[in-house]
């Protein structure tokens, strides 16, 4: 009885699905079509607003590179990831709020940067009182001058020296084609630097944890599992988000 009403069910079920199949084949339905054009016009106001537009679209489109290629995303990212694995949580925090911290930690530090690129680039440039090439003058200064303070002279010279360049007389007059992935370089040794300081500690913790294991006979316990609540005790005894963000913040400068 329970086979028959179920084959039932499954014929019901079957007839529906390849009657829908050939309701959806046989109705033609239009498919939208969407269509982007900027249009005609003799005002120059109009042309002008049209190119800002597209230079807007175009820095949004950029706006993850150089997040994370010209500002301090790269460093707090890579320390944070580093931290999380020499406490050994595994995903804990998950990815998505260590990036959420490097995110509002990156605006913290670039504050300064921010405030000065609106107030003497953009700001200018939205009333009409510059130029557009001016305005891009104005608004890498700053910002080159934030990446050379990070940056060591020798990824500096690596670069010039790659690239055939001749040395500029001063810091200041190098393009942000050598400046940029020189600071890149320089930023990854900093956070593998001060990764490296603060996995020490926690290394420590799984080698006497796991020394203490071995004299007990203990071997087939993993050494992870006992020492993983003596590291997040340390760290919550000793603030370590504190001492993180603070170190990080040290290292900017700040």
Known sequence: MKHSKFSLLFFVAL???FIFIHISYATSVPSPSINVNLGSTDNPAGVASSIKLLVLL??????????VMMTSFTRIIVVLAILRQALGTQQMPPNQILV?????LTIFIMNPVINNVYSNAYKPLSQGKIGLDEAYDKAQK????FMLRQTREKDLALFLRVSKSQNPKTKEDLS????VPAF?????????EMGFMIYI???IIDMVVASILMSMGMMMLPPVMISLPFKLLLF?????????VMSMFKSFNM
């Open 100 to 104: 959420g911290i490097a995110l509002f």
């Open 142 to 145: 700053p910002i080159k001058n």
């Open 201 to 203: 500690p926690f290394l």
């Open 58 to 67: 175009t820095v949004l489109a950029l706006a993850p590179a150089f997040l």
């Open 15 to 17: 007839s529906f699905f």
């Open 236 to 244: 919550v005894l000793a603030d370590g988000w504190n001492l993180v």
């Open 176 to 179: 942000l084609s050598i400046v």
């Open 184 to 192: 890149i370089i320089s930023e990854l040794k900093t956070a593998f």
